[in-house]
């Protein structure tokens, strides 16, 4: 669990990078660009682990002149999250290698039925590229004439 900090304590946000963006995305919501405020960055325990927070805030009453006064929001540990999106691009870049590297003419298409992706092997093989070939009904004409 994490313990309330000042709110000046920012070294305990991850690197630099983290300390910039996270400030980036109080400043934004304080000077009303961003209707809510949402920052997601990594946090020191008192062990030394890591955790990926997610957090979100917003003002509940401001001065006459539209700066914040009070706020409130959440701290949500969303390292599991993370961990799981790590993994999942991990698969999709193995999968993505392993089609480009497929000597077999492989085509990738959406629920609309737009072609999306075209291996290496099917525009050598067939001659056609993506604009040639936006959808399956583009395509089914060339392949079976």
């Not at 008192?46 to 701290?75: C, F, N, Q, Y």
């Not at 999106?85 to 497929?102: F, G, H, M, V, Y």
Request: proline share 7%; hydrophobic share 35%; with cysteine.
């Amino acid at each position: 669990m994490l313990a309330p900090a000042p709110y000046g304590d920012l070294t305990k946000l991850n690197k630099t990078k983290g300390i910039l963006y996270h400030v980036g995305a109080v400043w934004s919501y304080l000077e009303g660009k961003t209707p809510i405020y949402i920052s997601e960055h990594r946090v020191s325990c008192k062990d030394g682990s890591w955790k990926w927070i997610l957090d979100r805030g917003v003002a509940v009453s401001r001065s006459e002149d539209g700066r914040p006064l009070r706020m409130i929001g959440t701290h949500s540990d969303i390292s599991q999250r993370k961990h799981a999106d790590a993994i999942l691009k991990k698969s999709e870049e193995k999968l993505r290698a392993t089609i480009n590297a497929s000597p077999v003419p492989m085509a990738l298409n959406d629920n609309q039925q737009n072609i999306t992706y075209l291996n290496p092997a099917f525009v050598n093989t067939f001659g056609y590229s993506l604009e040639d070939i936006p959808t399956l009904k583009d395509w089914w004409p060339k392949a079976y004439p």
